[in-house]
Nanobody
Framework: VQLQASGGGLAQAGDSLRLSCVAS????????MGWFRQAPGKEREFVAS????????YYADSVKGRFTISKDNAKNTVILQMNSLSPEDTAIYYC????????????WGQGTQVTVSS
């Protein structure tokens, strides 16, 4: 499985950004597709995930109510809609494929930078 993320960039506090991840290869319905992020000087952390075959969505407390994860099965794409961005959301965002809701990921995408200024 290869994961190709896009959509990062610069934003101001309160703005919105949309990240997309296109997956190549077969994704089993039991897999969890999602996003992790790594802020400067910090460890990578779980952001959001969903079960590819359908079901619930899962979020870190820090993004709950602001970020929304969704998928397009036909396009093998996972989308992270990020609203009400804050400088604390500044990080490299990685698209991931995991066996469990919050990881650890089995596969990582290349990462896309999100920078939010105050």
């Amino acid at each position: 499985v290869q994961l190709q993320a896009s959509g990062g960039g610069l934003a101001q506090a309160g703005d919105s950004l949309r990240l997309s991840c296109v997956a190549s290869g077969r994704i089993f319905s039991s897999s969890f597709m999602g996003w992790f992020r790594q802020a400067p000087g910090k460890e990578r952390e779980f952001v959001a995930s969903l079960k590819w075959g359908g079901g619930g969505t899962y979020y870190a407390d820090s993004v709950k109510g602001r970020f929304t994860i969704s998928k397009d099965n036909a396009k093998n794409t996972v989308i992270l809609q990020m609203n009400s961005l804050s400088p604390e959301d500044t990080a490299i965002y990685y698209c991931t494929k995991s066996q469990y809701t919050r990881g650890p990921p089995q596969y990582w995408g290349q990462g896309t930078q999100v920078t939010v200024s105050s």
